[in-house]
């Protein structure tokens, strides 16, 4: 008779572990719409130029597109614009920005030469690009 009281309290406790489990579930709701455009703005450390970015977030690309443009802050002219798609775009020191690219899944070197991997153009580098001349 214990044993079998000791049975029924177990699967007891087994059901209510599962309810609560299906309860906390319900409160996940999925995100369908990951689509996001941020638009920062800053500022050169001289504050001569303003880079304006505008960040867009799509769901499944884990690259982001930036539409950037550089303006002069005293007569409002753009200086450069453009689009990337990378990681980030933002000031290399006062009269440069950078792009950063999105570095994806590593994929096997197509050499056992050490000196051919590090030389590969395949992979990609920082791109620096100056604004004035």
């Known amino acids: 008779m214990f ?3 000791l049975t029924v309290l177990s699967f007891a406790q087994c059901k209510t572990a599962k309810n609560k489990v299906s309860e906390k579930e319900a409160f996940i709701k999925p995100v369908s719409n990951m689509n996001q455009n ?5 500022l050169n450390r001289d504050r001569t130029m303003e880079l304006r970015v505008v960040k867009v977030s799509k769901l499944g690309d884990p690259a982001i597109q930036f539409t950037y443009a550089v303006y002069d802050t005293v007569t409002k002219k753009i200086i450069k614009k453009g689009n990337y798609r990378g990681s980030n775009v933002a000031w290399h020191d006062n009269t440069s920005i950078k792009l950063v690219p999105y570095i994806g899944m590593e994929q096997k070197p197509t050499s056992e030469n050490l000196d051919d991997i590090l030389l590969s153009n395949t992979q990609q580098q920082i791109t620096i690009i100056n604004l004035k001349n």
């Open 3 to 5: 044993f079998f009281s």
């Open 38 to 42: 941020i638009t920062i703005s800053s």
